[in-house]
């Protein structure tokens, strides 16, 4: 009848919503690589910072040994791509800004890290969702960083950033993915549970406890050698370590407090002073606390996190060590005993000093990288204090050529004021809302508890990663506020898809559209700071919207 009809709803087969899903996924890999790669030769001559990683790169080829204040994974595959390409050993990498390069290969150096650029955007993408957020939120949050001038720019260059990005985003990625299997085993073993045919065959029992399905390990694998990727590049990478941690000790003590409210009798009713003097009873307390202590699987997927960040980033140090055996720059760093072994060394082992250790010499080496770090302070045009970062005060200019005609091109690492600016501010409002909830003490709808759950991993990301540099004295740019820019527009697109969830689809259109708009609009005003799209002084002081730009 008509009464039944008008309760029918339309559901999309679930085939149809995963050829969506692909289609979609493709355009966003097609736009994202694109706008990666375009003109990615141009110039033909060093950017900023790839005065060094180039030269490292031959360094690692050479096996001859340099200094440099950052882990050495992201160096070790540019010097991977350099050994490929048969890099051009002979002649020297370029030393100055602006000089012109004579190996053509450092296009395949600029490549590795435009894949890394270009993968950030797809890893947005699958985080919304795994967050089970519908597509065109998943559309939203990876344009967003495709038009991100300054995540564009920073990734078409010989650096190491764009690898530090995409493991941060991926650990997250990966560590969604071990929440929601749990999500779902809850359930699922909840439903098991009522029914007595119930056979757990894909799930581990362990003291009674059932564990997670296997992919739930696999997952945590994941996350784990992403995590030791994130620091093995830079150690900012322990902003995301950080986060997960933080988040993931608070989950592990949350588990166990609820199953100490359930077990709380068998756990304390022999415990005593008295007690534990009568070997049953002690014997009793020991298996209760070992099974109670045990059964979280939480906790062993923390500490298979720790062992992954810890032996991956030990492996790393490892391969720099054994393939830096001659001597070259920087070797000062280490002590005589250790550069009396470097083939080519003039100096001699000291008297009654044994050959050292490796692990000793990565110790030592990154205690004088993290003292030479925290001492480099200089005065650079560019330079910006982290106070300055939130709006995007001043960018880095990374290349400058004058032009005839009273014209010029350059390459400046700057942001797209329209998504900088509202990512600052989702973040203010975010933190409002959560205010707003804690006063309030009501329960939150469905709708509301996912938002506010879903935007936490980000907000400690941005705040971990930038109140470290409230007490850092040495030189910072802006590009250092990445990792908390791609928090809050995580946070930014969160907030898009709480409010278009309760408003009908004509304004749902036109909120997505307008802000659709003003980021593709923005983005093509800028778009020659990262292209060096040729610019009169007019059209460069147009751009200008604040002094310092």
Known sequence: NNNNNNN????????????????????ISFLSF?????????????????????????????????????????????????????????????????????????????????????????????????????????IIASMFIILELSLQTISRAVLTDSTLYFFCAASIYFYLIMLRIER???????????????????NFKVFGQLWPHVNYWIATIATGICLACAVSVKWTGATVIGAVGILHLYRTFKLYFQRFLSQR????????????????????????????????????????????????????????????????????????????????????RPENESPQGVLISIWQLNRYMLSVNQASKFSHASASPWYEWFVMWRGVVYWWENLPEKKHHLIYLFGNPFLWWSGTLSVILYIIYLAKCVYLERSLTKLEYNFVTNGCIFLLGYFINILPYQGITRTCFVYHYHISLFCSLMIFTLIIDFICAQVNTKIKSIIIGLIMSAAIIIYYFFLPF??????TEEEHHARRWLSPW
């Open 8 to 27: 029918l709803k339309i559901i999309r087969p679930a085939s149809q919503n995963k050829q969506y899903f692909i289609i979609s996924f493709s355009i």
């Open 34 to 138: 694109f706008t990666r790669f375009y003109r990615l030769w141009f110039p033909p001559s060093i950017l900023f910072d790839e005065v060094y990683f180039g030269l490292f790169a031959q360094h690692y080829i050479k096996r001859s040994w340099f200094f440099d204040i950052h882990p050495p994974l992201a160096k070790l595959l540019l010097a991977l791509i350099g050994w490929i390409v048969n890099m051009d050993l002979d002649t020297k990498w370029p030393q100055h800004i602006g000089q012109a390069f004579k190996d053509p290969n450092y296009y395949y150096l600029r490549a590795l890290q435009a894949t890394f650029g270009a993968a950030l955007a797809l890893i947005a993408f699958l985080i919304m969702y795994e967050l089970k957020r519908p597509l065109i939120t998943c």
């Open 184 to 202: 779902e085993f809850k359930y699922s073993s909840l439903s098991l549970s009522l029914s007595s045919s119930s056979k757990f065959t894909t």
């Open 265 to 348: 009798n068998n756990l304390l009713i022999h415990f005593s002073f008295e007690s534990i003097k009568k070997p049953k009873k002690l014997k009793f307390l020991i298996i209760q606390w070992s099974k109670f202590i045990l059964s979280n699987h939480r906790l062993l997927a923390g500490i298979i996190l720790l062992i992954l960040i810890f032996s991956i980033h030990l492996i790393v140090w490892l391969i720099h060590f054994t393939l830096l055996t001659h001597t070259g720059i920087g070797d000062d760093s280490m002590n005589a005993n250790f550069r009396s072994q470097l083939i080519g060394s003039n100096i001699k």
């Open 530 to 535: 990262s292209f060096a799209i040729p610019l």
